[in-house]
Structure formats: structure tokens, C-alpha cells
């Protein structure tokens, strides 16, 4: 069965440390990958997104993900966290033919000054 | 580009009335919108797939008569809460997919906060 799991509910980092949140996934193929980002009380925006080619994907923000399929993961990662990034991060994947986005539960992301 | 907007934000009713959603892609068309549900602290949880000219399709589980959803232009899908209860009270958030785009590749509304009282 198709899955994504984000291993951590919540992470703690200090401003200016690097950051790196987890996402495993399931899928019977390769899959199309995101990262989503979601503020208190607002939709989601897109991070980034792995399609095929480069495993290491650029995305807005300053935010990277690479995709390990050996490990079937695809882990975002940024150098230097600010204050701002604090919110709920959503790990995603789709089929390649289908339309259908399955989200892991997310890990909300807390940045102490 | 690939703005979807929704409205209302956010919507308080009376417990047996109706509230209906709006869910608009302002620059694209979007041939299949998608209407979830998001509990506090959860993830979303797929409740229909909205193809435009079509009957949606609803997941395992979700009442097709307590939720309806129409599409009925390439830029706009609404869902209707009928009958809403206060177990109907939800973050309802909307995407689209834009036309062409490839599968996944999903703009967010803003989402809509129901409180039924």
C-alpha cells in the first residue's frame, strides 16, 4: 500500500541551525515527491518537488530535499533555520498516473530564539 | 501564477444549515479539484476528487449527501456542507491541479474554517 511517513511529530531547532526533517515513503514505482509547507490557519504551499534527474532538489525559502531511493526517503534539509520557517512541514507523494497526493502527518517545526 | 483562492476563510453556522464552499484557481484552469479535510494537529484527509462536467469522486467513508460538490467551470468548485453539525466543524481546504500539470503538482486555497454551533 502507498504510505509516507514522517517519523517525527515535532522538532525543536535554534535559530541559525541546520534543519533536517524526515519523510519516508511506500510506493510500488517511483513516485513524483513534495514538500509542503503549511502556516496556522493557512493552506498549503509548495516547496519543492521531485519528479526525476538530480536527487538533490532546490526549493523556495532556501530549502533542499534529496531524494534516496535505496532508502526510499526524501528528506528536507536547510543550513540555517529562521525564525520564520516555524510551521507544519507535509511530506507528499503522487503516482506518476494517477492524480491522487498522499500526505505523511507532518512535523510541525518549532524555532527558539 | 497558479493562485487558488477560497471562500469563505472562515464560517460559523447554525447547527442544520447549509454552508457552501468556494474554491476558485484565479489565473489557470484546473480540470480535477481536490477537497479535503484537516482535523487540529492532522493531516489531510482526501475527501473527493472534483473533475470538471462530472460527478465527483468521494474516498471510502465520505457521504456523498452531507457533502456536495459541484464544478461546474474549468476555474471553480464548491463544496456544501448540508445539514451541518457541530461534528461537521473542519478546516476544508481545496487544490487544483493545473491543466497539463503533472499528477501531484497541487495549489492550496487558503482553507475554510467551519464552526458549527
Known amino acids: 500500500a502507498q504510505s509516507v511517513t514522517q517519523p517525527d511529530i515535532h522538532i525543536t531547532v535554534s535559530e541559525g541551525a541546520s534543519l533536517e526533517l524526515r519523510c519516508n515513503y511506500s510506493?510500488?514505482?517511483?513516485?513524483?515527491l513534495f514538500w509542503y509547507v503549511q502556516s496556522p490557519g493557512q493552506g498549503l504551499q509548495l516547496l519543492l518537488k521531485y519528479f526525476s534527474g538530480d536527487t538533490l532538489v532546490q526549493g523556495i525559502k532556501g530549502f533542499e530535499a534529496e531524494f534516496k531511493r535505496s532508502q526510499s526517503s526524501f528528506n528536507l534539509r536547510k543550513p540555517s533555520v529562521h525564525w520564520s520557517d516555524a510551521a507544519e512541514y507535509f511530506c507528499a507523494v503522487a503516482g506518476t498516473g494517477g492524480f491522487k497526493t498522499i500526505f505523511g502527518a507532518g512535523t510541525r517545526l518549532f524555532v527558539k530564539a | 501564477g497558479a493562485v487558488v483562492s477560497q471562500h469563505p476563510s472562515w464560517v460559523i453556522c447554525k447547527s442544520g444549515t447549509s454552508v457552501k464552499i468556494e474554491c476558485r484557481s484565479l489565473d489557470f484552469q484546473a480540470t480535477t479539484m481536490f477537497w479535503y479535510r484537516q482535523f487540529p494537529k492532522q493531516s489531510l484527509m482526501l475527501m473527493a476528487t472534483s473533475n470538471e462536467g462530472s460527478k465527483a469522486t468521494y474516498e471510502q467513508g465520505v457521504e456523498k449527501d452531507k457533502f456536495l460538490i459541484n464544478h461546474a467551470s474549468l476555474t471553480l468548485s464548491t463544496l456544501t456542507v448540508t445539514s451541518a453539525h457541530p461534528e461537521d466543524s473542519s478546516f476544508y481546504i481545496c487544490?487544483?491541479?493545473?491543466?497539463?500539470?503533472?499528477?501531484?503538482?497541487?495549489?492550496f486555497g487558503e482553507g475554510s474554517r467551519l464552526t458549527v454551533l
Open positions: 510506493y510500488g514505482a517511483t513516485p513524483y
Open positions: 487544490s487544483a491541479r493545473l491543466r497539463g500539470g503533472a499528477a501531484g503538482e497541487l495549489f
